[in-house]
């Protein structure tokens, strides 16, 4: 694809469920990141990759979040046990190193009831 | 903590206006990068900078590294340029690797 694509692009869940997010990042970039944006808020790093390692996982807010990139490729953020406070748009963007412009996916919007 | 902070929150100005937003940040960057995002969609890329000035069209960024201060500049503003506006910045020197972003000036340019 031409851009960053997420899905699903709505999430509605109850609290306690668990979720999964995904990301396909533009074809050949590298560099993955996920973002959370609340209502009203500029975006928050959570984590980023570099190929398939967590390079950095410092914004990751507790232990129920976790990020997996097994190729290097599509991205899956997954969030345990949500909570209403989970509630937001979660953002993925892909550079071609990490240095470079980064490109963001249209969110997915996660409701927790 | 290492803040971002953008100025006005919220920009209201008449159709072919020129508009300023403003950027500060507190400590050492990589790079800085002006973001769109329009109600309900997504963000935008409009520029990335480390230093100088750059041009796309009717926008303008400009950066002073040694002041941590940058611009956003939009001549001959017309409605379809009302959006969000974020700042956000790549800090050197260690600190997380992702982008730190600012609130966002809201603006709105009336015909």
């Known amino acids: 694809g031409a851009g960053v694509s997420q899905t699903p692009s709505n999430k509605v869940t109850e609290k306690g469920k668990y979720v999964e997010l995904r990301c396909d990042p533009i074809s050949g970039h590298t560099a993955l990141y996920w973002y959370r944006q609340s209502l009203g808020q500029g975006p928050e790093f959570l984590i980023y990759?570099?190929?398939?390692?967590?390079?950095?996982d410092s914004g990751l807010p507790n232990d129920r979040f976790f990020a997996v990139r097994p190729e290097g490729s599509v991205s899956t953020l997954k969030i345990q046990r949500t909570e209403r406070g989970d509630s937001a748009v979660y953002l993925c963007?892909?550079?071609?190193?990490?240095?470079?412009?980064?490109?963001f996916g249209p969110g997915t919007r996660l409701t927790v009831l | 903590k290492n803040e971002v902070e953008q100025s006005p929150q919220n920009l209201t100005a008449q159709e072919g206006e020129f508009i300023t937003i403003n950027c500060s940040y507190s400590v050492g960057i990589s790079a800085l990068h002006w973001l769109q995002q329009h109600p309900g969609g997504g963000i935008v890329s409009l520029f990335m900078l480390s230093s100088g000035k750059k041009k796309h069209g009717r926008l303008i960024a400009t950066i002073n590294i040694q002041e941590k201060h940058s611009s956003l500049h939009i001549t001959a503003s017309h409605p379809r340029d009302s959006a969000v506006y974020i700042c956000a910045v790549r800090y050197s020197g260690g600190g997380a690797d992702g982008l730190t972003f600012g609130k966002g000036t809201h603006l709105i340019i009336q015909p």
């Open positions: 963007a892909s550079s071609l190193g990490v240095a470079g412009a980064q490109y």
């Open positions: 990759f570099q190929g398939t390692g967590a390079a950095d």
